[in-house]
């Protein structure tokens, strides 16, 4: 299965690379010779993306855009029928979009927006992507996750938000960040000998556009809070060193670079196991082998 000897030349696929977090590390990542692709909601914003990121990184490959909606089931299976054609290996797979939204609403399937696309879009697109990763160990997935997974259960009983969404969804962002963290230990168990690993982090709270799409208040909180924010390009470190790092510990949760331990809730094998086959259902694969 080889070693792990850094990023250089390795295809790497990033979500959410088109601000924030997701941008600092593409272009740190790029910066150390990742041969990139990016997801993008439009072609436009890739384009701005990939145009920065080549900006930090004139020696490096072309950085390639794929756009997809993730919150669209169909979008997630295009993109990864698009990412399956264009590239023979795959490296590196990194989930990192995530939003949150203040009002439950539903996406074209019928499921709840936040869940969808915080978990069921990086649970559907690693299923797909899984043996283009085994094919190419030494390979990883990294999952971004949250400290807000705190206090948070996996809603089994109410996984379309019907009967507690809260008021401003972030119980719900919750939720979805508890599901990263039991997707990345199940995960990571069935994916143990292949030379695939799976590990998860908390980038703390960082100072980017995130929240601003939940209306004034939410824009102006964010904004008062800046100051005490951390910078995208700090925030990122631990995604960047997940990927870059020689060893990790597998199916583990990170912060600054650390391994740490997640709540109680988090460390539940049973409801790890449990969410795995209701996502298999929720995105149409149930049956399917990991």
């Known amino acids: 299965m080889g070693d792990w000897t850094g990023v250089g030349g390795r295809r790497v696929l990033l979500t959410g690379a088109t601000n924030g977090i997701g941008l600092a590390a593409a272009r740190a990542l790029a910066a150390d010779g990742a041969r990139l692709a990016i997801v993008a909601r439009s072609e436009s914003r890739g384009a701005e993306a990939a145009a920065a990121i080549a900006a930090g990184a004139p020696d490096a490959d072309r950085v390639d855009v794929l756009v997809a909606d993730l919150a669209r089931q169909s979008d997630v299976r295009a993109l990864a029928e698009e990412a399956l054609g264009r590239y023979p290996r795959l490296d ?70 019907e009967r507690d969404y809260g008021r401003t969804g972030f119980h719900r962002y919750g939720e979805t960040k508890l599901a990263n963290i039991l997707f990345t230990a199940e995960l990571a168990r069935r994916l143990e000998g292949t030379g695939v690993t799976a590990t998860c982090f908390h980038p703390g709270v960082v100072a980017t556009g995130f929240n601003h799409n939940n209306g004034a208040v939410a824009r ?71």
């Open 92 to 161: 590196v797979l990194v989930n990192n979009a995530g939003a949150v939204f203040s009002r439950r609403e539903l996406t074209p399937e019928g499921h709840e927006r936040t869940w969808a696309v915080n978990h069921l879009a990086p649970f559907l697109l690693t299923n797909l992507l899984l043996e283009r990763l085994r094919e190419s160990a030494p390979a990883r997935v990294v999952t971004t996750a949250s400290d807000a997974h705190k206090g948070a259960t996996i809603p089994f009983a109410d996984f379309a938000g």
């Open 220 to 290: 102006v909180a964010m904004t008062v809070m800046r100051p005490f924010l951390r910078r995208p390009e700090r925030g990122a470190d631990t995604l960047v060193w997940l990927v870059e790092t020689p060893e990790v510990v597998d199916g583990a949760y990170y912060v600054d670079r650390q391994v740490a331990t997640p709540s109680a809730a988090a460390r539940d094998d049973e409801a790890a196991r449990r969410l795995w086959e209701a996502s298999l259902a929720q995105v149409g694969l149930a049956g399917a082998a990991a």
